[in-house]
């Protein structure tokens, strides 16, 4: 069963996210990797499209640079997030709900842990 999984990657998502490292490990020496899987509540409806993960990713952006205006603020070092990602879409084979997977890719100096 699991070789039918993995011979189901898509090639060019896959070639995307290796790009997405290998840009990351160009520009920095230590990197930190989260994946996240990103779900609605079942009982929540929502609309059928990908603006949700755009504001999800909008929100990101600007949490991490009110973190760095914070630090500004503080005269504390900033060390550049670097923050690349990749995302797919899945619909549930059960459910028929759509779902996230999602990888950040951070420098390790700015974020570890």
Known sequence: MMKNKIQSINAHY?????????????????LFIVRL???FPKEMKYKDDDRVITRFFESLKAKLKAREELYRKQNKRIYPHGLRYAW???IGPKNKRRHYHVILIFNK???FT
Do not use: P, S
């Open 14 to 30: 896959k070639d995307k996210i290796k790009m997405q490292f290998d840009n990351a490990l160009k520009q920095f020496n230590r």
């Open 37 to 39: 899987d990103l779900r």
């Open 88 to 90: 797919v879409r899945e």
């Open 109 to 111: 100096d700015a974020y």
